[in-house]
């Protein structure tokens, strides 16, 4: 009798257009009223397994192209939330990130239509009060989702640290960030509606969070790489005022951090397409493939560097989203860091090279001709500040050491700590997985599952094991323990003090974990001259 009236809601809902598959249904039959959640717009069902709840593909926000995002729209009946959302659209590839080995991805349906977040919980509607700990991707403002690398999985974050975690995708590259603001105030917002998209997120977790054992008042907004440089920009919009109350960057701060370009590059795509200004609207409909076509074939022509990212259009963004902090920054507790080797981008798409070219079997000798190489006449001093800096690290590992995002980390901390206001806290990753003998170091994204708590469910990228799994207990404690409490501080760590100009503290992530002061202050002159 059970199952004949699940069938009978399941016909309702299927004609409704919600329920529309077996799929759909066994989750409906197999949840019932268990996994069913009110939101502004409608019921979603989603999906339960481990003591956690899951809600994938939940719609945040509805957009036209270059246009800003708009409320979802009410719907009647119950809404499946049991998979993830489409991806946003990203410029064509052989289809296979280079770094597949070191960082595991997911390849899922891309979609102009991109506006969806996944929330991952331990309770619903219990009035849990959980900190909310958002993610935002990387890959630059060009490529990426909020499910991209299986690293990215919330399960083991919300259920080790009882929080909610939440991913989402949202608008980038061209349909998020192309400058078309000179062509008419119907365009004004163009520039940045990427940004706008992330907003919108941030507005519905403020209105909805609290039906899934979330605490509106106490948002975390944490990415890495691109994602970082997306955390920094919103601390510098006022329509993101109050929307979060907490930030993490990882490998979000470099030394060549710029804004977007794109209003540069319009005209001459304009006459690729064979439109005057007249008919700019009609890049409001052209496939998506055509547009990009069109955008390089422009830049081919005109020698143009097109560079997507926030632009200061004084409407949505007013503030560099460089190492310059916006005054509404100051009041924002902060927790940055990056990896210690991973600038050279050899390390992560180009394990052969490594192999070749093997690390761990070079002399001292050839270490240091592979210091003067890159470091010219600094590379005796670089050899001695390094292995001061970093004593449980080689003079091989010196060569491969990142000079883009330490530095520019640096840099960000000090602009953050000068506000006089909420504390800084300070991190370099330095643990190299066994992974093929550690030979890929402490590369670009290594960090993640160790955040994220899941060292084994990417064990190809962790090594797995003991090692593994007490580091992805200490960062994702951390991470956890600042969303909680805006201090990462916890027994599975020495004492961490937030950073000040005086002290410098730095939490070193390792296998032995420590907290030096200004470690590398010396160190970090000699390899960005």
């Given at each position: 009798?059970?199952?004949?009236?699940?069938?009978?809601?399941?016909?309702?809902?299927?004609?409704?257009?919600?329920?529309?598959?077996?799929?759909?249904?066994?989750?409906?039959?197999?949840?019932?009223?268990?996994?069913?959640?009110?939101?502004?717009?409608?019921?979603?069902?989603?999906?339960?397994?481990?003591?956690?709840?899951?809600?994938?593909?939940?719609?945040?926000?509805?957009?036209?192209?270059?246009?800003?995002?708009?409320?979802?729209?009410?719907?009647?009946?119950?809404?499946?939330?049991?998979?993830?959302?489409?991806?946003?659209?990203?410029?064509?590839?052989?289809?296979?990130?280079?770094?597949?080995?070191?960082?595991?991805?997911?390849?899922?349906?891309?979609?102009?239509?991109?506006?969806?977040?996944?929330?991952?919980?331990?309770?619903?509607?219990?009035?849990?009060?959980?900190?909310?700990?958002?993610?935002?991707?990387?890959?630059?403002?060009?490529?990426?989702?909020?499910?991209?690398?299986?690293?990215?999985?919330?399960?083991?974050?919300?259920?080790?640290?009882?929080?909610?975690?939440?991913?989402?995708?949202?608008?980038?590259?061209?349909?998020?960030?192309?400058?078309?603001?000179?062509?008419?105030?119907?365009?004004?917002?163009?520039?940045?509606?990427?940004?706008?998209?992330?907003?919108?997120?941030?507005?519905?977790?403020?209105?909805?969070?609290?039906?899934?054992?979330?605490?509106?008042?106490?948002?975390?907004?944490?990415?890495?790489?691109?994602?970082?440089?997306?955390?920094?920009?919103?601390?510098?919009?006022?329509?993101?005022?109050?929307?979060?109350?907490?930030?993490?960057v990882q490998s979000g701060a470099s030394v060549t951090d710029t804004?977007?370009?794109?209003?540069?590059?319009?005209?001459?795509?304009?006459?690729?397409?064979?439109?005057?200004?007249?008919?700019?609207?009609?890049?409001?409909?052209?496939?998506?493939?055509?547009?990009?076509?069109?955008?390089?074939?422009a830049e081919e022509q005109t020698g143009f560097d097109l560079t997507?990212?926030?632009?200061?259009?004084?409407?949505?963004?007013?503030?560099?989203?460089?190492?310059?902090?916006?005054?509404?920054?100051?009041?924002?507790?902060?927790?940055?860091?990056?990896?210690?080797?991973?600038?050279?981008?050899?390390?992560?798409?180009?394990?052969?090279?490594?192999?070749?070219?093997?690390?761990?079997?070079?002399?001292?000798?050839?270490?240091?001709?592979?210091?003067?190489?890159?470091?010219?006449?600094?590379?005796?001093?670089?050899?001695?500040?390094?292995?001061?800096?970093?004593?449980?690290?080689?003079?091989?590992?010196?060569?491969?050491?990142?000079?883009?995002?330490?530095?520019?980390?640096?840099?960000?901390?000090?602009?953050?700590?000068?506000?006089?206001?909420?504390?800084?806290?300070?991190?370099?990753?330095?643990?190299?997985?066994?992974?093929?003998?550690?030979?890929?170091?402490?590369?670009?994204?290594?960090?993640i599952p160790y955040v994220f708590n899941n060292a084994e469910l990417?064990?190809?990228?962790?090594?797995?094991?003991?090692?593994?799994?007490?580091?992805?207990?200490?960062?994702?404690?951390?991470?956890?323990?600042?969303?909680?409490?805006?201090?990462?501080?916890?027994?599975?760590?020495?004492?961490?003090?937030?950073?000040?100009?005086?002290?410098?503290?730095?939490?070193?992530?390792?296998?032995?974990?420590?907290?030096?002061?200004?470690?590398?202050?010396?160190?970090?002159?000699?390899?960005?001259?």
């Amino acid at each position: 009798m059970h199952k004949q009236i699940l069938w009978s809601v399941a016909l309702v809902l299927a004609f409704a257009g919600n329920i529309t598959s077996a799929q759909d249904f066994r989750a409906y039959e197999a949840s019932s009223d268990k996994t069913l959640v009110e939101t502004e717009a409608g019921t979603l069902m989603g999906g339960y397994a481990d003591g956690i709840y899951n809600f994938r593909g939940v719609r945040y926000a509805q957009a036209e192209r270059f246009m800003m995002p708009q409320p979802v729209d009410h719907w009647e009946g119950i809404r499946t939330a049991v998979k993830f959302g489409e991806n946003c659209l990203i410029p064509s590839s052989d289809g296979v990130a280079n770094d597949e080995l070191f960082n595991p991805h997911r390849y899922m349906p891309m979609n102009e239509d991109c506006q969806f977040l996944n929330i991952w919980t331990p309770e619903i509607s219990d009035d849990g009060e959980r900190p909310v700990m958002v993610w935002i991707h990387g890959g630059g403002f060009t490529n990426g989702s909020g499910i991209e690398m299986v690293g990215f999985d919330g399960h083991n974050l919300s259920k080790s640290g009882d929080v909610v975690v939440i991913t989402l995708n949202h608008r980038i590259n061209a349909l998020g960030f192309l400058n078309l603001g000179a062509y008419g105030d119907k365009y004004k917002y163009s520039a940045n509606v990427g940004l706008a998209d992330l907003v919108a997120a941030l507005e519905w977790i403020q209105a909805n969070i609290e039906h899934f054992g979330g605490d509106p008042e106490n948002v975390t907004i944490m990415g890495q790489s691109g994602g970082g440089r997306k955390v920094r920009a919103l601390t510098a919009m006022e329509s993101a005022d109050g929307l979060f109350h907490k930030a993490i960057v990882q490998s979000g701060a470099s030394v060549t951090d710029t804004t977007g370009n794109s209003a540069g590059i319009i005209e001459a795509t304009l006459d690729v397409l064979g439109l005057d200004e007249s008919e700019v609207g009609q890049l409001e409909e052209i496939p998506y493939l055509d547009l990009l076509s069109a955008l390089r074939q422009a830049e081919e022509q005109t020698g143009f560097d097109l560079t997507w990212g926030p632009s200061i259009d004084n409407v949505l963004v007013t503030h560099p989203t460089g190492n310059v902090w916006s005054e509404r920054a100051k009041d924002i507790p902060l927790l940055i860091g990056s990896n210690l080797t991973e600038r050279p981008t050899v390390i992560r798409n180009s394990p052969e090279s490594l192999l070749a070219d093997n690390k761990n079997d070079w002399s001292d000798q050839y270490a240091r001709q592979k210091l003067q190489s890159r470091f010219g006449d600094n590379a005796r001093a670089v050899e001695r500040e390094f292995l001061k800096a970093y004593p449980n690290k080689s003079l091989a590992d010196a060569y491969f050491i990142d000079d883009h995002y330490r530095p520019g980390t640096a840099d960000a901390v000090l602009a953050k700590v000068r506000q006089d206001g909420a504390p800084v806290y300070s991190y370099v990753f330095t643990r190299f997985s066994p992974v093929m003998d550690g030979i890929a170091m402490a590369w670009h994204c290594a960090e993640i599952p160790y955040v994220f708590n899941n060292a084994e469910l990417v064990s190809t990228s962790t090594g797995g094991g003991p090692e593994a799994a007490a580091m992805a207990y200490k960062m994702s404690s951390a991470w956890v323990n600042f969303a909680r409490y805006g201090d990462p501080n916890h027994d599975g760590l020495p004492k961490w003090p937030a950073y000040s100009a005086d002290v410098g503290a730095t939490m070193i992530f390792d296998n032995v974990s420590e907290v030096r002061y200004h470690h590398d202050r010396d160190l970090l002159p000699l390899i960005t001259n």
